[in-house]
């Protein structure tokens, strides 16, 4: 009988090819050169009668056939990978679990809270590689071939699976010499009057609102023209320690800088306000047990923590 599938090292080239970037890159990784790996994706090419991937001198992109081959290939993959997990764990095998896992987090997640979570990935599953990408922009999971991702605010409506971690209270800060100097600081319009650190929203290129309590009334507002910090959200609270004016931010981003006297908490009247933090990937998506595990550790740490103050669910953020 004919081997139905004797071209999936031709699949695998090409998903390595897309996943380094370039013929050049993937040929490193895989031991090999780019010239046999072009004739690889020719071959793919030929058998689907369709071009998969656009090819010039200096870039490549994939084409609307091709992304769509990825995407269906890599499942498929991941499945097979899946399947192999799960007969290593119930033969026993379950502290030896290797793999590979992407995960995308934002900035605030990825210096503050993620890496006690990843000490305890490494320490249960000391085989498994973890690629991490920090960045306050929303990767595209299947496109970017992501496993997971933790996601900042309110989650738009979509068939990603959402696991809750927690709801980070929003507070404002600045340091003592800016305190000492800036006047009235006991009211809403005494805040309309200082000189404020904005984040810009990568998706927007917009300043995103502040949440606070207003006179018991939520209130999302944007803070006058000041300093503004694109990219890395962690920005506005170095900048705010440095007494260039007053930030808000989740109150687990400042805690050291708080601890540490190098920032105090301003205007308490007009926090109180939340901000979610979701765990998100694609239910469709075969999942290997690598990823479920990361998963586990995940949700499982989240749980420990603390929720928000009786009577104060999260807010909507901006």
């Given at each position: ?222 803070p006058p023209p000041g300093i503004t910090v694109s990219d890395d959200v962690v920005g506005v609270v170095t900048l705010a320690a440095q007494g260039l004016g007053i930030a808000i931010c989740a109150d687990f981003m400042a805690a050291a800088d708080i601890a540490a006297g190098r920032l105090v908490q301003v205007l308490p009247a007009l926090c109180g306000r939340m901000r979610a933090f979701s765990l998100v990937y694609a239910p469709h998506r075969g999942l ?31």
């Amino acid at each position: 009988m004919a081997r139905r599938f004797d071209h999936l090292a031709d699949v695998e080239a090409l998903l390595c090819v897309v996943e380094h970037g370039s013929l050049t890159n993937a040929a490193v990784v895989l031991a090999t050169t780019p010239s046999v790996l072009s004739r690889a994706i020719a071959r793919l090419e030929a058998r689907l009668g369709t071009q998969l991937l656009r090819r010039t001198t200096r870039s490549q992109s994939l084409t609307d056939a091709g992304r769509l081959y990825v995407d269906e290939t890599r499942r498929a993959f991941g499945l097979v990978e899946q399947a192999e997990r799960t007969i290593a764990c119930c033969a026993g095998q379950e502290e030896s679990l290797v793999g590979r896992v992407r995960l995308s987090v934002p900035t605030s997640y990825g210096h503050h809270r993620l890496p006690p979570l990843l000490a305890a990935f490494a320490r249960r599953h000391p085989h498994v590689q973890v690629e991490l990408n920090i960045t306050n922009r929303n990767v595209d999971l299947a496109a970017e071939g992501y496993d997971m991702a933790i996601r900042s605010g309110p989650l738009p409506d979509s068939s990603m699976v959402a696991r809750p971690l927690e709801a980070g209270a929003m507070i404002l800060v600045a340091a003592p010499d800016y305190v000492r100097t800036a006047g009235p600081l006991a009211t809403f319009g005494d805040l309309q009057r200082q000189r404020c650190i904005g984040f810009v929203r990568p998706s927007t290129g917009r300043v995103i609102p502040w949440l606070l309590r207003v006179d018991g009334r939520d209130v999302d507002w944007v803070p006058p023209p000041g300093i503004t910090v694109s990219d890395d959200v962690v920005g506005v609270v170095t900048l705010a320690a440095q007494g260039l004016g007053i930030a808000i931010c989740a109150d687990f981003m400042a805690a050291a800088d708080i601890a540490a006297g190098r920032l105090v908490q301003v205007l308490p009247a007009l926090c109180g306000r939340m901000r979610a933090f979701s765990l998100v990937y694609a239910p469709h998506r075969g999942l290997s047990l690598a990823a479920r595990a990361l998963i586990d550790v995940l949700v499982e740490h989240a749980s420990e923590r603390p929720g928000p103050a009786a009577g104060r669910p999260p807010a909507s953020p901006a």
